[in-house]
């Protein structure tokens, strides 16, 4: 999933850049004051939780490789903004402290795994909650991962200095994260359905799917 340098053209990376920058932004204005005690510490925990999960990685064809990405599960737990400068901290201390993507195609892996995989996966479980949260769960991470491969395979598409065309990454990227999406998707059902028995106040992406009648009506 991390694209390292060299792989796209200087006008996507400065697209993307700007997108990612615009993202993280607005994320930092919609929490301005909006943090309490309880969330700071579990904003670090489930920032180092991802980090040592990112660190499992399976080769893609094409140069890159795909792991378990936790931004659906990121935004699930923290909500998609605080989500979001969750994988922002970790994708910015992959690049520049473990190279593990380009320092000059941050702002593609940041609006890969910072910015789409954590809105996806936060839009899904919001849409299907209400329907079953287990469901939720697992489409989120499926989704979230596939939509954020897809937009790794069109970044490298379109770009000239990639070997392959962009049929080609779209393909491979999308349909190998598709299938590999099925762990990631796995992964999130466990982990936020744990959460949920024993510390449902902690999933802010429950909101007002478990609120009471009178919670509704406030």
Partial sequence: MHIPDGFLDPWVLAGCFLLAAAAVGV?????????????VPLLGVVAAGIFAAQMLNW????????????????AILLG???GCLAMASVVVVQ???????GVL?????????????????????RALVGVDETLAAFVAGWGAITVSAAAVGLQAGL???????????LTVMTAGHAVLGLVEGAITVLVVRYLVQVRPDLVLGLGRARATPEEVAA
């Avoid at 204005?29 to 909006?34: E, M, N, P, Q, V």
């Avoid at 690049?95 to 993507?101: I, K, L, S, Y």
């Avoid at 195609?105 to 479980?125: S, T």
């Fill in 27 to 39: 994320s930092s204005w919609k929490l301005r004051g909006g943090l309490d005690g309880a969330r």
């Fill in 105 to 125: 195609a941050l702002g593609a892996n940041l609006l890969n795994m910072a910015v789409i995989d954590v809105f996806v996966g936060y839009v899904l479980f």
């Fill in 95 to 101: 690049a520049f402290v473990f190279g593990d993507g």
């Fill in 159 to 169: 770009s000239s200095t990639f070997a392959y065309d962009l049929g080609t990454t």
């Fill in 59 to 74: 080769p893609i064809p094409g140069g890159t490789s795909a792991h378990f990405v936790g931004g659906a599960f990121a």
């Fill in 80 to 82: 998609p903004y605080l």
